[in-house]
């Protein structure tokens, strides 16, 4: 930089008595435009002096540096606003659905279809304090379920539920370490967004540490179910490792995980401690002290102790990404039905403006596989206990927006446990296709 600067002075030097020739400016004016362009170098030295003596030397200094810097910004720059907003036309197409209330009586059926229109609105703010500290603040529509922020439109136009979606601390002062606290994203590696265990609007509420080196990674978390002993607390832990890495021009990723939460005996977890419609937890299955009377409500019959493997592998074709992708999961509490598999595959990535994107997996998900609250709300209506083909394809209409069409194909399992003591599947199958027909946008 300052060898450039200076020889565009001496070009100016060189080119002036032409300049000033052309012009018929005095000697006096020519005197002044060179002391005028003298004490801009000596200026634009001084500038070079400091920024070359700020040049932190150590790791220590860098981070001292940039703690100064932080403390020197002004609130506007510390500040970042984020978030998305999503129209959603669904329809939702049930035959022969199985209610719990006919399981004492024998099977009922019944067809319908559901229409609905549905928003998510989410916005998230971020402070960055100095100490490698942030913040983070976010509020999104929807009710208190902790798996959906889905909005339904109608009441007559009413107004509309605004919550807590994130409220939490991160700390980034060790290397590829962050240290987090409060209601956080879940960060855990989710390939292809499988949403097999968890459903990708679920915002853990505990802490936890994580350590990302580019080719390994590592986290553990400490997560409340319930965090009130005078609501019977429930805490819960999670796992998960792996590596990522390139071979034969094919990136692959990788890992397991472990999940233990002790839901034996406690009563449905969530905002709704009420049975479902079909006598579970979410698709898990309880025991009930009169089976002839579901709605009395129930507890789990298993703990959790689940086992995660997932990988993902990724390669060129057509000219555009092709991912292969899986995600399996078993409890080892369970004595039955307690095993998931999410297989599929994506061609292509919507991001920039005019890319498409098209995904296909198929899920069998058990119904004791792994806790019904926290897994795909979108599949056959929530929770575990069912399998089918999910296609989606999207397109990029800009930088910030897309639209996407999914289709669920899905069907409850069947014969489950049915026992004086357990409710389960009385045993019928039913069928639950969902269409949905998204546009997003996103802004920051």
């Not at 790791?59 to 020197?72: C, F, H, M, S, Y």
């Not at 692959?252 to 999940?259: H, N, R, S």
């Not at 939460?261 to 709704?272: L, S, T, W, Y």
């Amino acid at each position: 930089m300052k060898q450039f600067t200076t020889l565009i002075g001496l070009l100016v030097v060189m080119t002036a008595p032409i300049a000033i020739a052309n012009a018929a400016v005095s000697d006096e004016e020519f005197a002044e435009v060179k002391q005028m362009l003298k004490e801009a170098l000596e200026r634009i030295d001084q500038l070079e002096g400091r920024k070359s003596a700020s040049v932190p030397k150590t790791k220590a200094e860098q981070v001292e540096a940039n703690t100064q810097r932080l403390d020197a910004m002004s609130w506007a720059e510390r500040i970042s606003i984020k978030g998305d907003f999503r129209y959603r036309y669904q329809n939702d197409d049930i035959d022969d659905s199985i209610t719990a209330e006919s399981v004492a009586g024998g099977p009922d059926s019944e067809d319908r279809t559901r229409n609905r229109s549905r928003i998510r609105a989410r916005a998230e703010i971020t402070a960055k304090l100095p100490s490698n500290t942030e913040i983070g603040l976010g509020f999104a529509s929807g009710g208190d379920d902790p798996v959906s922020t889905n909005q339904t439109l109608g009441g007559g136009g009413s107004t509309k539920d605004m919550n807590l979606d994130l409220a939490y601390f991160s700390w980034t002062g060790l290397e590829n370490t962050t240290i987090r606290g409060g209601k956080v994203k879940n960060t855990f590696r989710k390939v292809r967004k499988s949403p097999l265990q968890w459903d990708t609007d679920w915002r853990p509420e505990g802490f936890d540490i994580a350590w990302d080196n580019g080719n390994y990674f590592a986290q553990a978390m400490g997560v409340y179910l319930e965090s009130d002993s005078d609501s019977d607390d429930e805490f819960g832990y999670i796992l998960q490792a792996g590596a990522r890495g390139e071979v034969g021009g094919v990136s692959l990723l990788g890992g397991i995980g472990y999940t233990e939460i002790d839901a034996e005996g406690h009563v449905c977890f969530g905002p709704d401690s009420d049975l479902d419609s079909f006598g579970y937890c979410k698709g898990n299955e309880v025991i009930v002290a009169d089976v002839t009377d579901p709605g009395e409500g129930g507890t789990y019959l298993y703990d959790f102790e689940v086992y995660n493997l997932f990988f993902e592998a990724a390669m060129e074709a057509f000219g555009m990404p092709l991912t292969f992708f899986g995600d399996f999961v078993k409890n080892d509490d369970a004595n039955d039905n307690d095993s998931g598999q999410l297989v599929g595959v994506q061609l292509g990535k919507a991001g920039k403006q005019g890319t498409w994107q098209v995904k296909y997996y198929y899920e069998d998900i058990e119904a004791n596989a792994t806790l019904g609250l926290l897994t795909n709300s979108d599949f056959a209506g929530g929770g575990t206990n069912g399998k089918g083909d999910v296609l989606s394809g999207a397109y990029a209409l800009t930088d910030q927006s897309t639209i996407k069409v999914t289709y669920y194909n899905v069907e409850k399992n069947s014969d489950n446990l049915v026992s004086p003591f357990v409710i389960g599947n009385p045993g019928t199958d039913y069928d639950f296709d969902t269409v949905q027909v998204d546009l997003n946008f996103k802004y920051k």
